[in-house]
């Protein structure tokens, strides 16, 4: 099976950069994904990496490393609208199924 | 505007009673999901279909039950097995793309609130 870890809350302030950590162990996989979930709302697709290093997407970016069985996310110039939950999630092809870890909750402050 | 529906956004179930969760989507795609979210956790996946009139459990599909028989539904049933079903469930749906192994992102519902009376 497989199983992912993140820091359970982080907090910054406006304007600052922060990086949302996913440690994993897994026999085998595609990708590395990251879903943001503002409270009570639906998930919403932010990033992939298939391949090993950085992908950017605008203010967000996100990284992989195999050898280290390791990603994160990457937010810069931080938004009070960026309080939310962040999940990274492994895409594993058989089934074409995610399984996704317990979640971060990014807290922005003035 | 394409999306996935999912109905009703809050429901309450009795002892002893069977209650069914509708997501329909309108985005053509093969696959779809059911999840379970419990207060500060990630998304459990219970089943999922990618294709129609088939279906696999997922990591905790005990006391659930699916069905596919069109591409655009896929209703949960959470029965009377089921003896902790309070939770925020989520139905998803993806684009199997040029082939079954691809980028696509998942989309999801807004999902339905589901606790015992």
């Known amino acids: 099976g497989q199983s992912l870890e993140q820091p359970s809350e982080v907090t910054a302030v406006e304007g600052a950069i922060v990086q949302i950590n996913c440690t994993y162990q897994?026999?085998?996989?595609?990708?590395l994904s990251w879903y943001q979930q503002h409270d009570g709302g639906a998930p919403t697709f932010l990033s992939y990496?298939?391949?090993?290093g950085l992908e950017e997407t605008g203010r967000f970016s996100s990284f992989l490393s195999r050898s280290d069985s390791y990603g994160y996310l990457l937010l810069q110039e931080l938004q009070m609208k960026d309080s939310a939950s962040y999940f990274c999630?492994?895409?594993?092809?058989?089934?074409?199924?995610?399984?996704f870890g317990t979640g971060t909750q990014l807290k922005v402050e003035l | 505007d394409g999306g996935i529906t999912q109905s009703p956004k809050y429901l309450f179930r009795k002892e002893g009673q069977n209650v069914t969760l509708s997501c329909e989507q309108n985005?053509?795609?093969?696959?779809m999901y059911w999840y379970r979210q419990d207060p500060g956790q990630g998304l459990r996946l219970i089943y999922y279909?990618?294709?129609?009139?088939?279906?696999q459990k997922g990591d905790i599909a005990e006391g659930y039950s699916v069905s596919r028989e069109k591409k655009e539904s896929f209703p949960l049933t959470v029965t009377s097995a089921q003896k902790n079903p309070t939770a925020f469930y989520l139905c998803?749906?993806?684009?199997?793309?040029?082939?079954?192994?691809?980028?696509?992102?998942?989309?999801f519902g807004d999902g339905t609130r589901l606790s015992i009376l």
């Open positions: 998803a749906s993806r684009d199997l793309g040029q082939g079954a192994i691809s980028n696509q992102p998942q989309h």
């Open positions: 897994t026999s085998g996989f595609y990708g």
């Open positions: 990496n298939g391949l090993d």
């Open positions: 999630a492994l895409f594993t092809g058989g089934g074409n199924k995610l399984t």
């Open positions: 985005l053509n795609h093969d696959a």
């Open positions: 279909s990618q294709i129609v009139n088939d279906f």
